[in-house]
């Protein structure tokens, strides 16, 4: 498996910025994909942003599109990610993921991620 090691977050107003970071170690030569989730309370975890690790490639959810940007960095082994206009309705705990071994598809289906980091809570105020 994968360790991943998430940090940032926090209190943000509406229409303010953050950043979440996360940190990759272990297994990361067999990854592909790297993801990020958010878990909203009473909702099911829904995928954010994910990005390959070796050829860039990139896709996010249509809810966060132009406003959210993943940032990968291959040799450091971290993914990031940058959110901005942030809504209350991004008020989440979000999540670090890792794809399976060798896995290059882009369906980002949470059991398509076989590594989680802990999570990190982002609140933003209206």
């Known amino acids: 498996q994968v360790q991943l090691v998430e940090s940032g977050g926090g209190l943000v107003e509406a229409g303010g910025s953050l950043r979440v970071s996360c940190a990759a170690s272990?297994?990361?030569?067999?990854?592909?994909?790297m993801g990020w989730f958010r878990q909203a309370p009473g909702k099911e975890r829904e995928f954010v942003a994910a990005?390959?690790?070796?050829?860039?490639?990139?896709n996010y959810a249509d809810s966060v599109k132009g406003r959210f940007t993943i940032l990968s960095d291959n040799a450091k082994k971290t993914v990031d990610l940058q959110m901005n206009s942030l809504k209350p309705e991004d008020t989440a705990v979000y999540y670090c993921a890792a794809t399976r071994p060798y896995y290059k598809g882009t369906d980002y289906d949470p059991q398509n991620f076989d590594s989680w980091g802990q999570g990190t809570q982002v609140t933003v105020s209206s």
């Open positions: 272990g297994r990361t030569s067999s990854t592909y994909n």
């Open positions: 990005v390959n690790w070796w050829n860039g490639h990139t």
